[in-house]
């Protein structure tokens, strides 16, 4: 069961291209992306409305799709245009279009209500494409239900042991709880270290005068986007309180799509505002990313196996789960609402009689 | 659900030969196909009685087959004729045996009541083996429900657009309805077209005098089994009237026979009758419809996935489907008949009592 | 469903060794094996009681397992002794451990209730490593449920057929029904054949005078444990009334323990008291088990198919079956046993009332 009414990540801008359709499947229905002769971008069910064929395997005609299994046309409101020896095409011969906007790289989709597809709650991630900040688009595919990827990205307790040689730190960062509050929609995590040293890889790419303050800030907020303020700048000029001076910054930019309940797609870019003119040095965070994420991979799918043979399981909760928990019933409690606006519209029917 | 009182085509002739065990799933039944000593064939099926072993991976011993699991023997019949340390079989010791018949290269069994196995129902194939004819043997395993096939043997609109460089033709050809008939257990299609020119193909294989008249027939009925009377002849010799001249003929012979309900066999050939002393003329045929099928299985597997996430679809009716819905309902009626039958069958308990 | 309440083989000694980390899935249940700094087993379940990763995954520390997701470290008795920012451990946080005995170079578990795990139940397969009796360690994983391989080896009429030029012997041999004693927990399997010729194996490995008395002992307990007890010693020489002069003698132990519902693991060894100094007829001897082993695995699996497609399937019982029916009448009166018990501790409660 996924949350409808909610912007998912869908792509990356450039995956839908020129004249080519794109599919791809989210929240269990399959999506047809394609861009119009202006570039705008159309998403509409991947699934022809006559006998259930993908578009996908079809073939642009201008700005419409035509079916390659019996010919039917769609334009880009999804209307069956055109459909062989049928002079008058029934209205219901149409398939659903999705409201899909294009926000600083990344396409983003609204599987729910058109009506309520407000763009102004599409969250800011400027970082991708700001002349100042510089990073590599990033995607990996996930054989597990998205909410064992929140979990992981959601726990900073993880990153000693999954991470040892990669985003690491020593395991002793696993023992400081960070801050952990609940936002509107989310959570946000908060962690400072105060007057530590450079960590190797800022020495590399940065002249520090001496020691620094290092900050860690997550808002992660539904469906599954995780907006990372993280960085570091020399201790005593102000950063705790808001000043940012002499600063080396990461925004990164994750994004949770679910595909189905048992896979999940993971859009995510880590831009730096520091040695934008040395690629190498972008390159090398991409890969440092990459890394780790392949470690997570491995271990959440484990545990996703793993819990598969046990449907009972029951887990025990710890005080490093604080995040995560508040992030589920934030995804709950959401669920549980759609599910009342679903079943409000459902028309009453007149009590049955039981003899 | 399969439709079991009517004949279903099996194998080829040739598969089934020598010594040999032949094993093969029907309407999800594993059927043992092999000859006795005087060439006949027999058809059991292929699970031990007595542990459920495969008698398809036993042995041939004179016209009896053996178990090698335990060595159980059966005769021809299906009957246990013998068992090791077992002096008495008990007679229930048997598996079933089916009728099975071979007619123009093909092997046809009947999977339901052996009493009402009437030979007079099989179609008649003559062209498979006929002198004056020539084709090629063609199998294919397909990976969805044979409904899905059907539908595509009964839809004329689809060959412009998934056929457009094999069987083809201009997109013009889709908007024509061809004339449909309702048969006693099937549907007949008809289209003629009148005064054109001669397709590329039948000018490389025939001299034409000028303009012809080309036609297609399709019968298609129970199980699953098309018999094509197409071809052409020159304009003005009458071939609507039902006089052939000079005409190059085709009579495809097409048979579905479901393995499970997401599997299906698919026997086919197109026998002609010109051009008969040149073999790569009938290869060249071959090759074409093979190429076309691929395409074929390219788009219905891509539909069966489709179809698989979505199980509440509702297909939009056309009115180019009016020859497949009417199959479709021959055979849900056909399925409702045996149902009755079986239920009718079933002795009557009374009824009990609620408190 | 499997019986809890016993002693199944889990690993070969050699295979939970050093500072390794063994994982086997045991009746559906995976299990974490390792070695403590004193060399004793400890068995724990595979799956931490946090998030659910597997512990095998993690690593050694001294006595004590660390999960490398979120770094809970687990005890010997698997206790939760550290978790990350967790000052006070819950006492909830821990991990099953399970009775392990180690036994003549087999590892036994004990999936049950604790309390009841009396060693004095473990079958003696002394065999395995007395110094007067060679063997090589056997292992083959299976993919069909445990009781369809125990049919198997309850069932001497299918050495003729299935292993023909293996263990086989004369179809004959299929035609003697051995002597079949039920036991408390299970069934033993006599054959004897007076006055026989030795059989080429034999002759090649030993000098015998004459012809020979030969027998097979088979003693079959729950879960699925035989042990054999076979060979032959000179006519003459009273074998049959309990003397065993100048014999060449075989103990063959074997353990079934199922994976899941549709997988088995295998374990198995045939020690031999002839011919103990020379490698080669050990090594041959175990060829030839595991020969004949790959032999039945392939018409098992080939059964368990054939069966899967036919959830209906009645078996037709013949008189070969006597030993495995009762051996699978035991399995069965075990799991009620063990049924009952465990609903006689499920508290009453009081009966609701209906409107």
Redesign the interface.
Known sequence: MFIKNTWYVAAWDKEVSGDGLFSR?II?T?ILMYRDSNGQLVALE??C??????LS?GRREGDCV???????KFDATGACVE????PRI?P??RVRKFPVVERHRWIWIWMGDPERADTALIPDTQWLDHPDWRSQDGYIHYDVNYLLIA?NLL?F??L???HPTTLGGS?DY????PKVERLADGVRITRWTIDTAAPAFATKVKQWPGRVDRWNIYNFTLPGILLMDSGMAPTGTGAQDGQRVDAAEFRGCQALTPETETSTHYFFAHPHNFAIDRPEVTASIHQSVVAAFDEDR??IT??Q???S??PD?K??P???DAALSQFRWVVSRRLEEEQQQTSAIIPITPSREVA
Chains 1, 2, 3 share one sequence.
């Open positions: 499947t269990g399959p991947d699934r409305c006559h006998r259930g064929a993908p395997v035509r079916c390659l299994y019996h010919g039917l459909a062989p020896a049928q029934p219901q011969a979990d726990d307790s993880h000693p042991f999954v395991e696993a023992a400081v709880s491995d271990i484990a545990q196996r793993s819990l043979l046990a399981f887990m025990v710890l005080s490093i």
